[in-house]
């Protein structure tokens, strides 16, 4: 604000004034400056101030923040003279005053800077030169400056006129520079232009350019009330047409459910696509009769629409410590799938904004991957939402029924997230390797929008009609095997591996988790029941034959309900299950590899490893010779590959007959007969080939195997060696049987850090590239 005279003239302002800094603001003259003190120096340097002339010298800081104390490097050259009009304590260490710019000074040289500063100054005398440019100049400022304060709320309409009033140039400029919204640099700027006319331009740039400023910020603020005002125009006047059916007795209740839904539909802040497209099935419903066909289906999809969490997010718990401890009490082991959960979290920590993966928990049945999903959307402190896929054929099911069926509902990704009612939950879609396609459609294909971070954002259910984000999902989903999963769909996920448990494993696992659930789900207590390690190790070989955990359950639960029909009968308080125990509750033991490997004994008889979806299994191969007249007989129900793979072996044994010692013309006079028992079960691959060729060539050398030796291996004509998969899984399986040495190809050598410490221990590893090796390990050959 200005004044019409200088209190206090030039010429008497002294040559050395006591220097106030002023934090973000500059005092131009004749402008009056309201200001709060509180630096102890500055309330000293008011305090004697007023005891004299009230006379300070006023300039700006050069830094934002705000110091204790300044110092002369802290402050900028030129700043103006000042008198204090009016002073007023508040409390002890806080002052307020106001101030009266007088006119411009340099500072010369800084004579005290203790207590306060204290510098020697030159004043500026101003030179009011006006000539019809600068008369023009100040025209045109004015008119700019009035269209600033037309467009700005912060500045009364009084100021415009005031401005229109001043004939000083220099003045109407400082005025107009200290009103307008700049920053402290600019404004210093300012002071610093002693000549008028540089002066003039320059707040004439800095006018224009906070012109342009309002004019954008009017723009949007006028979009963003357009928009608004649209809809709140639109509830009012509904509102009041509602009121005045009331008040006519013309109101029924089908307009109470469009209104209903209106509010609802308000509420709710849809996107734009998905508003339109309710809106207009809002409208189709406020012109149906109640009794009409059309108008059930209309309010079920409205229902949907509004009741679907198109904003609604639960809060990530972006704890790595907490989350890591949720996953281990719920999971022994699975450390892969548990490092890649919190590597997710810490990115999604790093970067909330990042897109959710999409994990792929593959393994066999009986492993924990149903229920790793629901821990990790603990661990992460999401909801947990899962859909089965298995036996799906109809693409309907993923993306929806079209609104034109009868009972049309929306896809089981929709029903997902309206049941978890969050827009970014754990979904599980579970077995995903056993769904199927007929002539309603092929739900994998289906699945690839889903699945995919490039295309989820914007997924569309023909139900719903309008498109739904799912890039804040985080998608698990679980398979037995790979094979039956599409290659696109496959290629978008990313495939965690989830082998079988050891002996080991199984034991810890069911001591921390299976017998304390069984336990309690059988009303039995800590000191009713007591079942020994040794016994859990005794079910777990003699009772269960899996990669998984399901069977051990239910025999502990087997043995629980027996220890449970004690206590009810009142024949024990408590019970000890150890290994003689077993037997009363389980009966006799049903796997025996004690009794299994004893075939192995006989010459044509070998043990191979098998990958199956349950996880490594222990294969027996069994050859024999008969008169004949050299044909080859393959029984078990074998695959064409394995097949392949028995001529193959057979073809290398009759060319490298001499070096095995073998009559050459055996295979004119004798047919053979390969058998692979289980004979129920198909079998098929190329990694019984190693198994195939030393069955043959054990029975023609009259040679038996180790009993604790098995195989597994693909083999070419020329007794090259091949790489076979599911290493681990075989490799547990064979530990099970009790199994010390394996043979395995060499390529398979890197495999060994997938599998556990204590399997490599006790198991001796063979690993060949070449028949030869074979024979000289199996046969001695």
């Known amino acids: 604000m200005a004044q019409d005279e200088q209190t206090v003239s030039l010429d008497r302002i002294p040559e050395e004034l006591p220097i106030l800094p002023l934090h973000n603001v500059v005092l131009f003259p004749k402008m009056v400056l309201p200001l709060i003190v509180m630096q102890q120096e500055s309330i000293q340097l008011i305090d004697e101030a007023m005891s004299g002339d009230r006379l300070v010298g006023a300039m700006a800081t050069r830094h934002t ?14 700043g103006c003279s000042a008198v204090i009009l009016k002073m007023a304590k508040t409390e002890e260490n806080k002052a307020q005053i106001l101030l009266q ?41 004015v008119s700019q400056y009035q269209k600033v304060v037309q467009m700005s709320s912060s500045l009364p309409d009084e100021m415009g006129s005031m401005a229109k009033s001043i004939e000083e140039p220099g003045t109407l400029a400082d005025m107009i520079t200290s009103t307008i919204d700049s920053d402290t640099k600019e404004k210093q700027e300012v002071l610093e232009l002693f000549d008028i006319r540089q002066r003039l331009e320059k707040v004439t740039r800095m006018v224009s350019y906070q012109i342009d400023i309002l004019e954008i910020g009017n723009k949007i603020q006028s979009q963003v009330k357009g928009d608004m005002e649209k809809h709140q125009r639109e509830y009012y006047l509904r509102q009041q047409l ?18 209903e839904y209106r509010t609802r539909l308000y509420e709710k802040n849809l996107p734009e696509e998905a508003h339109k497209e309710a809106e207009r099935e809002l409208n189709r419903l406020a012109r149906m009769h109640p009794s009409s066909a059309e108008y059930t289906v209309a309010l079920t999809y409205l229902d949907w629409m509004t009741a679907l969490p198109w904003n609604e997010n639960t809060p990530d718990n972006l704890d790595l410590e907490s989350a890591e401890k949720v996953l281990e009490n719920d999971h022994y082991g699975l450390e892969k799938a548990k490092r890649r959960i919190l590597e997710y979290l810490a990115v999604l920590k790093l970067n909330p904004e990042t897109k959710s993966p999409i994990l792929c928990f593959v393994g066999p049945p009986g492993v924990g991957k149903t229920s790793l999903g629901n821990s990790i959307a603990r661990a992460l ?77 914007s997924f569309t259910d023909h139900y719903i009609d309008a498109p739904f984000d799912l890039s804040k999902v ?16 496959l290629d978008r996920m990313e495939v965690l591996r989830l082998s079988g448990y050891t002996q080991e494993e199984k034991t810890r696992i069911a001591t921390r988790f299976l017998i304390p659930r069984q336990r309690g789900g059988h009303g039995l207590k800590a000191d009713n029941i007591r079942i020994t390690k040794g016994a859990v190790k005794h079910i777990i070989t003699g009772y269960t034959r899996e990669a998984g955990l399901r069977n051990l359950e239910r025999e502990i639960a087997s043995v629980c309900r027996g220890v449970a029909a004690k206590i009810a009968r009142g024949e024990a ?51 024999t010779a008969m008169k004949g007249n050299g044909k080859l007989t393959l029984t078990g129900q074998l695959g064409e590959v394995m097949k392949e793979s028995a001529n193959a072996a057979l073809s290398y044994i009759r060319a490298n007959a001499g070096v095995l010692k073998i009559d050459e013309n055996f295979f004119d006079t004798h047919d053979l007969h390969v058998h692979v028992p289980a004979g129920a079960v198909p079998k098929d691959g190329p990694s019984a080939g190693v198994t195939l060729l030393i069955a043959i060539a054990s029975l023609l050398t009259n040679t038996p195997t180790s009993k604790d030796l098995a195989m ?7 007794g090259q060696v091949m790489p076979v998969g599911g290493v681990k899984e075989k490799a547990l399986a064979a530990h099970r049987a009790g199994i010390k040495s394996i043979i395995l190809p060499k390529f398979n050598e890197k495999d060994m850090e997938d599998i556990p410490q204590n399997v490599t221990e006790e198991i001796r590893f063979h690993f060949v590239d070449k028949m030869r090796q074979v024979l000289r390990i199996a046969l001695g050959k």
């Open 65 to 78: 923040g705000s110091e204790s104390k300044y110092g002369p490097e802290d402050l900028y050259t030129v």
């Open 712 to 718: 597994s291996g693909e083999i070419t004509l020329r």
């Open 381 to 457: 402190g999401r909801r947990f939402v899962r859909v089965a896929l298995g036996g799906i054929r109809d693409e309907a099911e993923i993306r929806g029924h079209r609104r034109t069926y009868v009972g049309a509902l929306p896809g089981r990704i929709i029903q997902g997230l309206r049941r978890a009612s969050s827009k970014n939950p754990v979904f599980m879609l579970d077995e995903i390797d056993k769904v199927g396609a007929d002539f309603r459609g092929d739900p994998s294909s289906a699945l690839l929008e889903v699945l995919d971070p490039e295309q989820n954002y």
């Open 573 to 623: 308080q408590f019970v000890k299950v150890g290994m003689r125990e077993v037997r009363e509750y389980l009966g006799p033991v049903r796997f025996s590899f004690d009794e299994i490997k004893k075939r192995v004994s006989t010459p044509g008889v070998v043990m191979g490893l098998a990958w199956t979806e349950a996880g490594g299994d222990v294969l027996f191969v069994e050859a």
């Open 242 to 259: 509602k009121a005045i059916q009331q008040e006519l007795g013309e109101i029924d209740e089908s307009g109470s459910e469009v209104e």
């Open 101 to 141: 710019g007088i006119g411009r000074f340099n500072i010369q040289k800084y004579t005290e800077t203790d207590p306060y500063l204290k510098a020697r100054i030159e004043n500026v005398e101003e030179e009011e030169n006006r000539d019809k440019e600068i008369e023009a100049m100040m025209a045109n400022l």
């Open 474 to 489: 985080m998608f698990i989903t679980t398979a037995n095997i790979l094979d039956t999963i599409p290659p696109a769909l």
